[in-house]
């Protein structure tokens, strides 16, 4: 920066052998506390205002200079300031000759000017940067840390380091951390919950002049890549040498851990509590929830907990994908002959090969009646007996059903066996969908990213406005329509960050439908139209307005044009609800 291009003509000066009353009258007109003093053109010091009061005014300005002021030679960068500046102007000279002086305002402006480039060359640094102060208050993050942690700026400036280790943000020590308490540099390799992705961390003491500790600075570089293939190369080195007793104590070790479970939020602990403290019994579950929310997950989990572990396998069944008349038969097995196109020496049914083990039943309430009696007698029995054959097989298995049905009504319709659903319903457990557990949704985020990059090969991040924009979002086919999004952005995107261009449409959309439902809550009158429903149940008035307006309109792609969204979307809207054309006609 030249200096000399920031003087201001109007600033007065005095000669030294100019009166004193005359420096006075220059300072009022002014409004300066002090002005610059030269013999002839030679800047020799400044006269300050405090220094005048009652001395007489006729006494010469030579008498009261400041030699031991600050000044520029109009050259100097603004990092060459001193810390401390007292004046209102600081003169510009140059070899002994005065140029004129800068005003304490411009300097401000131009050390604002500074602060604000020096922060955009950080924002745009390519490690991500953290700064503290000397205390361990989060004074800044830039964008690139953002990325990788998928910490939230707004939440991180102005917290402690204390809470976001007391949070679990950081899966390994913070060296941040250490450097505040013994004020030397530290290189770590480190991990965050919300993404799972490794990084090189040095953390660098910023001292004053006096040595005194006044900043930590905090480099953070993606290392992932990296650290995935030492993973991979240290586990092809020491596969050989590991032994089953290892295995069994790693795995007691990590007893409330799976590598699929992510549950941050508070109903979700409280669903793992409940499954890890009943995994080790051999009671029916049954296992409750919308389609996509991880029912099988939980299977697995209450199985890898469970003595069962040891003794016998993890099989799962979808009752709702084999057809009735081959469900018995993969059920229970059949013997040699039992039917046309049977193998001549039988088959084991998936009970017997669940033997000692878990079987999982997905989709429990598509069992057809006449097979729900049978499926009882093996439940209460723990027998069964072959397709074709006479003889009683005794099996010892644990069954965990589960379902997105709602087998109370079932039963009422006469649908679905009232004893069977007492049988299976002696420890229900119900996962709630996503949109109840918003604080799962960047965890599982970071999971899914990192799990498609290693899968696709590719280290793809998502900005921030991604994630704000997932986490309006409702998800209707909940984690595994998360899972399909975080995919589908992975392999689609081309650039290296997933931005909001990039996402389906159908979330923005979506999310666009909530914002106006927001917008409308409280108003008076309830529109004809989707987007306009307001007021009490939300769920209600939407399908409510949602059934006027085809009835209104008569087709779904005018009721979209009319409330100015996609045909597609009305007819997710629709099937959300159980709305059809031919029911409201």
């Known amino acids: 920066m ?23 009258e220059y300072m009022k ?34 008498e009261y200079i400041d030699k031991d002021c600050v000044s520029v030679d109009g050259t100097e960068v603004i990092y060459g300031l001193p810390c401390s500046i007292t004046h209102q102007i600081i003169p510009v000279v140059k ?20 602060l604000n480039k020096l922060m955009l060359v950080i924002d745009n640094s390519y490690d991500g940067i953290l700064i503290t102060d000397e205390t361990g208050y989060i004074l800044h993050i830039n964008k690139e840390f953002e990325q990788i942690t998928l910490l939230n700026k707004e939440v991180m400036v102005g917290a402690h380091m204390n809470d976001m280790v007391d949070k679990g943000l950081f899966l ?7 450097t505040l308490q013994s004020g030397r540099s530290y290189t770590n390799v480190q991990k965050y919950k919300n ?22 600075l905090a480099n953070v570089r993606d290392v992932s890549d990296l650290t995935r293939l030492q993973e991979q190369l240290a586990e092809s080195k020491n596969l050989p040498s590991r032994y089953p ?7 007691n070790q990590n007893i409330k851990s799976s590598g699929e479970v992510i549950a941050y939020s508070q109903e979700m602990l409280d669903v793992l509590d409940l499954v890890y403290h009943v995994a080790s019994s051999d009671s029916t579950i049954l296992l409750l929830g919308e389609s996509g929310v991880g029912k099988e997950v939980i299977g697995k989990v209450l199985h890898e907990n469970s003595l069962r ?7 799962k069944v979808n009752c709702g994908a084999i057809p009735p008349n081959l469900l018995e038969a993969e059920l229970f097995g059949y013997e040699q002959g039992a039917f046309t196109g049977a193998k001549k020496a039988g088959k084991q049914g998936i009970f017997e090969l669940a033997n000692n083990g878990t079987l999982f039943l997905d989709e429990i309430g598509e069992l057809p009646l006449d097979m729900q009696v049978k499926f009882l007698r093996v439940l209460q029995e723990q027998e069964l007996i072959r397709v074709g054959g006479t003889q009683t097989i005794k099996i010892n298995v644990r069954v965990i059903a589960a379902t997105n049905r709602n087998l109370e009504r079932m039963v009422e319709e006469g649908t679905f066996r009232l004893d069977l659903y007492y049988r299976l319903n002696i420890i229900p457990i119900t996962i709630p969908p996503l949109r109840e557990r918003k604080d799962d949704i960047t965890p599982l985020l970071g999971y899914f990213l990192k799990k498609f990059n290693e899968k696709h090969q590719y280290s793809k991040r998502l900005s921030k406005e991604v994630v704000d924009q997932l986490l309006m979002y409702k998800f209707p086919g909940n984690v595994r329509e998360l899972s399909n999004i975080v995919e589908r952005l992975v392999l689609t995107c081309r650039a290296k960050v997933i931005k909001l261009k990039h996402l389906p449409n159908i979330v923005s959309e979506c999310n666009e439908i909530e914002n106006k439902l927001k917008i409308q809550e409280g108003k008076p009158e ?15 008035l939407e399908k409510e307005a949602l059934i006027q307006a085809l009835k209104k309109y008569g087709s779904v792609r005018k009721v979209g044009k009319a409330i100015g969204v996609t045909h597609t979307m009305v007819l997710k809207k629709m099937k959300e609800f159980g709305v059809t054309l031919n029911a409201i006609r």
């Not at 993404?195 to 930590?216: A, D, F």
């Not at 572990?309 to 099989?315: D, I, S, T």
Request: net charge negative; with cysteine.
């Open 2 to 24: 030249n200096w000399l291009d920031r003087i201001e003509q109007n600033v007065p000066v005095v000669q030294s052998a100019d009166p004193i009353w005359k420096a006075a």
């Open 29 to 62: 007109s002014s409004q300066l506390n002090e002005i610059p003093v030269l013999s002839g053109q030679n800047f020799i010091g400044i006269i300050h205002a405090r220094d005048l009061l009652n001395t007489d005014s006729n006494r010469f300005v030579e």
């Open 95 to 114: 070899d002994g000759i005065y140029y004129g002086s800068i005003k304490w305002n411009e300097i401000h402006r131009c050390l604002q000017d500074e």
């Open 172 to 178: 390994n020590d913070s060296v941040v951390m250490k």
């Open 195 to 216: 993404t799972g992705i490794y990084t090189l961390v040095t953390v660098t003491p910023v001292c004053n002049q006096k040595g005194e500790l006044i900043r930590v």
């Open 245 to 251: 007793t290892e295995l069994k104590q790693v795995r």
């Open 309 to 315: 572990y040891e003794k016998g396998l993890f099989v």
């Open 526 to 540: 309830v529109d004809l139209q989707i987007l306009n429903a307001e007021g009490g149940n939300l769920v209600d």
